[in-house]
């Protein structure tokens, strides 16, 4: 494994993981915490699992709430919050996995064509173990097979996903683009987007 990293203080306790063979694929496991997560976005997909408890997350004005045995899935570039409900801890994996490989994977090949989600959240036991077994494998080291992280993306994507044309997208976000390449790991508040775009608080209004 690369860049296999863990982070303890007080208030959160996380590993990370990223496979050689899985280059598009980041893994953050997190375990009992009640760190909260204002809004921001991420370039990739994002995929949770709920181990433990629940968790309050927006997705822009709408409002969910995941429990464990939930996926959480959350398509890019969508501005969400995340945080614990109730001042319990919760415990989940969050998959980031390259939108350009599931777009392609789901045959949304075109680059005039983006992609939304028809639900946010999905009670489904069997995907959800087929995930679950995954990730493990993937932290045991004993699994970075491509093929079984194809079938399950494809089981829970190609009925879910909703394509649309592509907003247009003015000088500061593509610049904002360019400063989000790199680890999916690096969640970017939209205030502190906004301060290193020298724009207004209009892209990071919803920061807090």
Not at 164 to 183: F, M, T
């Amino acid at each position: 494994m690369r860049n296999k990293s863990k982070i303890s203080t007080a208030s959160i306790n996380q590993n990370f993981w990223a496979p050689p063979a899985l280059p598009f694929l980041e893994i953050r496991s997190t375990y009992d915490s009640l760190s909260p997560y204002a809004e921001h976005f991420h370039q990739d997909f994002s995929l949770g699992l709920i181990l433990k408890g629940s968790t309050a997350f927006t997705c822009g004005s709408s409002e969910h709430l995941a429990e464990a045995g939930d996926l959480v899935l959350i398509e890019p570039n969508q501005v969400h919050s995340c945080n614990p409900v109730d001042g319990q801890s919760r415990s989940y994996h969050m998959l980031y996995i390259d939108s350009g490989w599931c777009s392609e994977l789901c045959g949304l090949t075109s680059s005039t064509i983006s992609w939304g989600l028809k639900r946010r959240i999905l009670k489904n036991p069997d995907i959800y173990q087929k995930i679950l077994k995954f990730v493990e494998a993937v932290q045991a080291g004993t699994s970075d097979r491509l093929s079984s992280l194809e079938n399950i993306i494809r089981e829970m994507l190609v009925d879910n996903l909703v394509s649309q044309p592509p907003a247009k997208n003015s000088e500061a976000l593509e610049k904002a683009r360019g400063i989000l390449s790199g680890s999916p790991r690096r969640r970017r508040g939209l205030k502190n987007l906004a301060e290193a775009l020298e724009t207004t608080r209009r892209i990071g209004a919803r920061e807090t």
